[in-house]
């Protein structure tokens, strides 16, 4: 399978090393000192005592790489229009988008889904509907990823924990692609899962990271020290009943409690927050996919979110005064 990973950061280049292994081309859409490093010394993967090198095709020019089969889209969300502008020389009738994004993507509520907002499109993440019309949800197999990666140097991945991807189609069908490009990951050793409504498994994984990513970025914390603050942790918990709410609403309802939750992140330990990682590195923080989406499903379905509007005020203005944001 001819495969372009666009967004070679901890994530697009886990995923890519992990392909290429198994048997794909690779071609890489690449700037900078990414592009350098990869054209120099390929793809590297380090996972434990493991460090392994793969050949790859890096250009900084889409249009030199020609239609793929498929293209996996692991950027951060702020960087997701500039990829819309310049993705359709990948895309061919049949090609294949997997979205390994964090937070509520543009097309969430496309496939049928979100009942009375089934087909909307949500301006907190693609205002004027730009990024849909550049790559129409047809092309879209929805992806969660459970794993912990990151940089060591520009094409260098470092694998700390996790091995999961959840996949599926917006629609929630069991098509012959999506379970085709379930078999092919798994032939890499990535645990991969298909998912009969993938929206709910973003809504599931956005539960527990909407709340303690920006207030990581807020006071520096690591998860440990953000759930042992008993005030902290029942503000957490306070947005995520109300998050709560606005999924039973559009059809992605919540059985456990945010205590329940808690008791997940915990079990990872002390780390820092990809959102904490960003401010830190002066990029640009995901605040619109993790927390502006949720505020505005929230007005779009009729549930007050008095403490998610606080939190993304306060962070928003903490970003902002970064230039983050």
């Given at each position: 399978?001819?495969?372009?990973?666009?967004?070679?950061?901890?994530?697009?280049?886990?995923?890519?090393?992990?392909?290429?292994?198994?048997?794909?081309?690779?071609?890489?859409?690449?700037?900078?000192?990414?592009?350098?490093?990869?054209?120099?010394?390929?793809?590297?993967?380090?996972?434990?005592?493991?460090?392994?090198?793969?050949?790859?095709?890096?250009?900084?020019?889409?249009?030199?790489?020609?239609?793929?089969?498929?293209?996996?889209?692991?950027?951060?969300?702020?960087a997701l229009p500039a990829v819309a502008q310049q993705i359709a020389p990948l895309l061919g009738p049949d090609t294949i988008v997997l979205t390994a994004m964090n937070?509520?993507?543009?097309?969430?509520?496309?496939?049928?889904?979100?009942?009375?907002?089934?087909?909307?499109?949500?301006?907190?993440?693609d205002p004027?509907?730009?990024?849909?019309?550049?790559?129409?949800?047809?092309h879209v197999i929805g992806c969660v990823v459970h794993a912990s990666c990151s940089l060591d140097a520009p094409g260098v991945v470092r694998h700390h924990f996790g091995n999961g991807l959840i996949i599926g189609e917006p629609s929630g069908e069991a098509t012959p692609r999506a379970g085709a490009l379930r078999d092919l990951l798994a032939r890499t050793g990535i645990d991969t899962k298909l998912s009969p409504q993938i929206q709910k498994d973003?809504?599931?994984?956005?539960?527990?990271?909407?709340?303690?990513?920006?207030?990581?970025?807020?006071?520096?914390?690591t998860t440990d020290l953000i759930l042992n603050d008993d005030l902290v942790r029942g503000f957490i918990s306070t947005i995520m009943l109300e998050a709560k709410e606005i999924g039973a609403r559009i059809g992605v309802p919540i059985a456990e409690s945010p205590e329940?939750?808690?008791?997940?992140?915990?079990?990872?330990?002390?780390?820092?927050?990809?959102?904490l990682q960003d401010v830190e590195a002066g990029r640009a923080v995901e605040l619109d996919a993790l927390v502006s989406a949720v505020r505005e499903l929230g007005q779009r379905a009729?549930?007050?979110?008095?403490?998610?509007?606080?939190?993304?005020?306060?962070?928003?203005?903490?970003?902002?005064?970064?230039?983050?944001?």
């Amino acid at each position: 399978m001819k495969v372009c990973i666009y967004g070679a950061g901890a994530i697009g280049g886990w995923i890519g090393a992990k392909l290429a292994q198994a048997g794909c081309e690779i071609d890489v859409v690449a700037r900078g000192g990414t592009f350098e490093a990869l054209e120099r010394d390929g793809l590297t993967l380090v996972s434990g005592e493991s460090r392994v090198s793969v050949p790859v095709n890096a250009s900084s020019d889409p249009k030199a790489l020609g239609v793929q089969q498929l293209v996996v889209v692991a950027v951060k969300a702020p960087a997701l229009p500039a990829v819309a502008q310049q993705i359709a020389p990948l895309l061919g009738p049949d090609t294949i988008v997997l979205t390994a994004m964090n937070g509520v993507p543009w097309w969430f509520l496309q496939g049928g889904f979100g009942g009375s907002l089934a087909g909307a499109q949500l301006e907190a993440i693609d205002p004027g509907g730009k990024i849909d019309a550049a790559i129409p949800a047809k092309h879209v197999i929805g992806c969660v990823v459970h794993a912990s990666c990151s940089l060591d140097a520009p094409g260098v991945v470092r694998h700390h924990f996790g091995n999961g991807l959840i996949i599926g189609e917006p629609s929630g069908e069991a098509t012959p692609r999506a379970g085709a490009l379930r078999d092919l990951l798994a032939r890499t050793g990535i645990d991969t899962k298909l998912s009969p409504q993938i929206q709910k498994d973003v809504w599931y994984k956005l539960w527990g990271n909407m709340t303690v990513n920006p207030i990581s970025a807020l006071t520096g914390a690591t998860t440990d020290l953000i759930l042992n603050d008993d005030l902290v942790r029942g503000f957490i918990s306070t947005i995520m009943l109300e998050a709560k709410e606005i999924g039973a609403r559009i059809g992605v309802p919540i059985a456990e409690s945010p205590e329940d939750r808690h008791a997940v992140t915990r079990k990872l330990g002390a780390f820092k927050t990809s959102m904490l990682q960003d401010v830190e590195a002066g990029r640009a923080v995901e605040l619109d996919a993790l927390v502006s989406a949720v505020r505005e499903l929230g007005q779009r379905a009729g549930v007050q979110t008095p403490f998610t509007d606080a939190l993304l005020g306060l962070a928003r203005l903490r970003a902002r005064q970064l230039g983050l944001y």
